[in-house]
């Protein structure tokens, strides 16, 4: 069967009963797909213009993609809300200056031809040389020997060897020891950012982010679980992790030959689709990765299309769901080398949250959902121009700012904390989350208070809603992450006051408006002063392990001290929860800043 995408013209042929979202796929066309394919969030709405279908109940002309199977020709309009549009992605992040000792050497030599009075064998000659030099020889790979002869003679014994640790892996004619790069990956739910680095220099080259293509299979690890259950749903999660992967190192404009090695962070469930390892146990308790030590691997075995022979580092995790992301931001942020206690929150599709000191650390993972990703949001949408990402609302006005300045199309998570904290400032919801009745509320904001979808709404803008619903799903995700740290803090034996720095890590994280983030409760009630952006530290950190074998080993003495705490083992984990769903606490006592800012507003 042939199916045409309008206005894309693009035109796919499939086979009967596929699904329009999987054709959608074939033909390159990312759809909003939050649920990864069951049904329940309702963004992969399109419009069957023309053919027939089997299932995705027709409403208003739309029928839902991952539902609706094509059962002859068809055309098929994508609506604009419906696609998947191109992410702002976070690449930056808080830079620290660590001693360049990286891996990979490349080493000039120039040897002594062979004679009758010196028949030396070609491998002995380089041996020797190196051993000159200080350099203690591992192993020494088949192809290198198998080039060695040809090399030799080509460049009448002037030759460049390329080591990675101790081992020799290859040998080029010339002193080509000035193009020595490396590239650096942090492998996120959402996105996929890469950096090229000079290993000569540690200075970063360029960099270049992807949106992950595995979104179209599901918004959250669970989703991708759940579809990696088969070999084929593994490896197609692993093909496409790779395609972005590959796509990063094309974009970054270098000599493939000339990159020697690749430093890997992400989340333990990314890591596990990287490495094409089936991620089953990390969904069934008690939630056991298979692997947790780092990983060193052939370029060639994994597909990834640098130099054949460099090494792809994989560093190690924490936990089932405290990854190797996790070990990159306490390696930009140092959190284990001060006195003073500190904490780190790195907010994306998951969030983790580490806590400490140089003497003791302890993380968790906090179950926050995808409400800061926009999904399960009514008109919630990532960091894509038409976005409203802050809301300030004073005196019966609402103001709006959308990412670009262009025409409000949704809201994004940070946008959507703005609104709930100014609508709990100015008396429009309770701090239990319900949307005021009160008269003198409605005098003020009448025309604002709505229903849709049969639920108490707030407009925003046109058409943009923050429903009764909404202000659940945001309860739901900063009450697992306020309940987490506090948690944390009780195992410490802390109180809040005790926390000298709060550091903000990720996407969401770095966007998220501070003061209205403590107004809501996600984060503790500390001086704003003490609160700062870190950008992309798992980036920065895999950058760290990337030009230093030095941060490697403390990467992986880092995996063995920080201590995990399980959430959901806690018996206590529901009680805190319950608390933190309030806005921002239901014991004042943690926010008394946030208290005297509110405390007009308890009625519940």
């Known amino acids: 069967m ?5 206005p894309d013209g693009k035109r796919v042929r499939v086979d009967k009963g596929t699904t329009i979202m999987e054709a959608a796929v074939i033909a390159g066309i990312p759809l909003e797909t ?9 963004k992969c709405k399109v419009r069957l213009i023309k053919g027939d279908s089997l299932g995705g109940d027709s409403k208003g002309g739309l029928v839902l993609a991952c539902q609706t199977k094509i059962i002859s020709d068809a055309v098929i309009e994508v609506p604009a809300g419906t696609r998947l549009l191109e992410q702002k992605i976070l690449v930056g992040g808080m830079e620290k200056k660590i001693p360049l000792n990286p ?14 009075s010196d028949q030396k064998s070609d491998l002995s000659r380089i041996t020797c040389a190196l051993e000159r030099k200080g350099i203690v020889l591992g192993n020494v790979s088949l192809d290198f020997i198998r080039q060695l002869p040809i090399k030799l003679r080509n460049s009448d014994f002037k030759v460049t060897v390329i080591l ?11 002193d080509t020891t000035d193009k020595k790069y490396g590239i650096s990956f942090d492998i996120g739910t959402t996105t996929v950012v890469g950096y090229l680095v000079d290993l000569n220099t540690g200075k970063e080259m360029a960099v270049a982010s992807r949106m992950n293509p595995q979104v179209v299979y599901g918004e959250d690890v669970v989703s991708r679980i759940d579809f990696a259950k088969t070999d084929e749903g593994l ?13 990063i190192i094309d974009e970054v404009s270098v000599c493939i030959e000339n990159i020697y090695e690749v430093s890997i962070v992400g ?3 990314m890591l596990h689709l990287f490495l094409n390892i089936t991620p089953t146990n990390l969904a069934l308790s008690p939630y056991v990765s298979v692997l947790k030590d780092p990983v060193n691997i052939k370029a060639s075995e994994l597909g990834v299309k640098v130099n054949e022979k460099a090494n792809i580092h994989v560093l190690p995790t924490i936990a089932g769901f405290v990854g190797a992301d996790t070990i990159g931001v306490l390696l930009a942020s140092q959190l284990d080398e001060g006195d003073d206690i500190r904490l780190a929150i790195d907010i994306g599709t998951n969030v983790e949250i580490a806590l400490g000191s140089k003497e003791k650390i302890i993380a ?6 995808p409400a800061f990703e926009g999904a399960k949001i009514r008109h919630g949408m990532r960091a894509a121009p038409g976005a409203i990402h802050r809301v300030v609302i004073s005196d019966g006005v609402v103001y709006g700012k959308t990412i670009d300045n262009a025409m409000a199309r949704g809201i994004t998570g940070s946008g959507l904390v703005d609104a709930i904290a100014e609508m709990l400032k100015n008396r429009i919801i309770s701090n239990s989350g319900k949307i005021s009745d009160d008269s003198e509320i409605h005098a003020l904001y009448g025309d604002r208070l709505v229903h849709e979808g049969g639920e108490a709404a707030f407009l925003l803008a046109r058409s943009i809603t923050v429903t009764q619903g909404d202000i659940r799903e945001l309860q739901l995700a900063k009450g697992a992450i306020y309940a987490g740290t506090n948690i944390l803090m009780k195992d410490l034996g802390i ?15 770095t966007s998220l408006p501070k003061e209205n983030a403590q107004v809501i409760g996600l984060i503790p009630d500390i001086s704003l002063d003490l609160v700062k952006d870190i950008g992309n530290a798992a980036g920065v950190g895999s950058k760290m392990a990337l030009i230093s074998k030095n941060e490697r080993l403390k990467a992986e003495l880092l995996s063995k001290k920080v201590e995990y705490v399980e959430l959901s083992g806690r018996k206590d984990f529901q009680d805190e929860f319950m608390d933190a769903m309030f806005f921002p606490h239901s014991n004042l006592d943690y926010f008394p800043n946030v208290a005297r800012l509110i405390h007009s507003t308890s009625f519940r």
């Open 364 to 369: 968790c993972s906090a179950a926050a959902g």
């Open 34 to 42: 939050v649920c990864g394919g069951k049904g329940i969030c309702g």
């Open 235 to 247: 490896r197609e999660l692993n093909d496409k992790i790779m395609q972005a992967v590959n796509e």
């Open 495 to 509: 109180k809040t006051s005790d926390i000298k720095e709060i550091l903000l890590a990720g996407a969401f994280g």
């Open 164 to 174: 990675i640790g101790n081992d020799l892996v290859g040998v080029e004619e010339g």
């Open 103 to 116: 891996n990979v050497r490349k080493v000039y030599l120039k040897l002594a031809k062979p004679s009758l």
């Open 267 to 269: 989340n333990t469930c």
């Open 2 to 6: 042939e199916i045409v995408f309008q």
